[in-house]
């Protein structure tokens, strides 16, 4: 099942774009499956998983945080992660910039956009980032290295909807590499198991599957 999965989404996906296999809410067993396949990216979403997982397995792989992140959990978080994609907030680089510091690391991270039509969705709104850039903020994060932009479109069967609230954040990505000066702001990471192929045509760098690889969530555990 599983190397099959990955099979497919690897035939269909450039060689361009990255993989992340969003790991979160299964078995450490079922990412060292995907280890041993040759994935060395996951997303995780809470961050005792995390930890938890990171105890157990291969100290190479590459861990993207995904989930909400709150200020106490980044202290748990910044350790582990390559990098994480879900900062929603300047209260949020405040603190990463403190716990990256504290471990003398720089720490990758991507600001997520809210493109989606749920209320309940988090992320910068497109004048906060774009003032943020102009601005020059990040110049506040010595280690924090600004990676991109990361986006989760609104839950829906509706396509057109999809390709649009991509389009948005490929407009912002394209607006901000073009006057930005920080050579790191290279990725965009949108795609999930459902819209992975639209967001391919939206220029992804990053996409995050994690059903289509690992089959349903189960939220009881
Ligand atoms: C859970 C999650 C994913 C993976 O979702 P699937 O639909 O299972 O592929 C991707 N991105 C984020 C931010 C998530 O929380």
Same mark, same amino acid.
């Given at each position: 099942?599983?190397?099959?999965?990955?099979?497919?989404?690897?035939? =269909?996906?450039?060689? =361009?774009?990255?993989?992340?296999?969003?790991?979160?809410?299964?078995?450490?067993?079922? $990412?060292?499956?995907?280890?041993?396949?040759? @994935?060395?990216?996951?997303?995780?979403?809470?961050?005792?998983?995390?930890?938890?997982?990171?105890? &157990?397995?291969? /100290?190479?792989?590459?861990?993207?945080?995904?989930?909400?992140?709150?200020?106490?959990?980044?202290?748990?978080?910044?350790? =582990?992660?390559?990098?994480?994609?879900?900062? #929603?907030? !300047? /209260?949020?680089?405040?603190? $990463? @910039?403190?716990?990256?510091?504290?471990?003398?690391?720089?720490?990758?991270?991507?600001?997520?956009?809210?493109?989606?039509? !749920? +209320?309940?969705?988090?992320? *910068?709104?497109?004048?906060?980032? +774009?003032?943020?850039?102009?601005?020059?903020?990040? #110049?506040?994060?010595?280690? &924090? !290295?600004?990676?991109?932009?990361?986006? $989760?479109?609104?839950?829906?069967?509706?396509?057109?909807?999809?390709?649009?609230?991509?389009?948005? $954040?490929?407009?912002? *990505?394209?607006?901000?590499?073009?006057?930005?000066?920080?050579?790191?702001?290279? @990725?965009?990471?949108?795609?999930?198991?459902?819209?992975?192929?639209?967001?391919?045509? !939206?220029?992804? +760098?990053?996409?995050?599957?994690?059903?289509?690889?690992?089959?349903?969530?189960?939220?009881?555990?």
């Amino acid at each position: 099942m599983l190397a099959s999965n990955i099979k497919e989404i690897r035939a =269909h996906l450039p060689k =361009h774009i990255q993989l992340v296999c969003v790991s979160k809410f299964h078995p450490a067993e079922m $990412i060292a499956e995907a280890y041993a396949l040759g @994935e060395r990216d996951f997303g995780e979403s809470r961050a005792q998983e995390l930890t938890t997982k990171v105890d &157990v397995l291969p /100290k190479d792989i590459r861990w993207h945080f995904i989930g909400p992140l709150q200020s106490n959990k980044v202290k748990y978080v910044v350790p =582990h992660a390559y990098m994480i994609q879900s900062v #929603e907030s !300047e /209260k949020l680089l405040v603190e $990463i @910039e403190k716990q990256a510091s504290k471990h003398q690391k720089i720490q990758k991270v991507l600001l997520e956009i809210h493109i989606a039509q !749920e +209320t309940t969705k988090h992320g *910068f709104s497109e004048e906060e980032v +774009t003032q943020f850039f102009k601005e020059k903020q990040w #110049e506040h994060y010595p280690h &924090v !290295e600004i990676c991109g932009l990361m986006g $989760i479109a609104t839950l829906t069967d509706d396509s057109e909807n999809t390709k649009k609230e991509f389009a948005k $954040i490929h407009n912002i *990505f394209d607006n901000i590499k073009k006057s930005t000066p920080l050579d790191s702001f290279t @990725e965009l990471s949108i795609g999930m198991s459902n819209d992975y192929s639209l967001a391919i045509d !939206e220029g992804a +760098t990053i996409v995050r599957i994690g059903s289509a690889i690992f089959g349903q969530r189960d939220y009881s555990k």
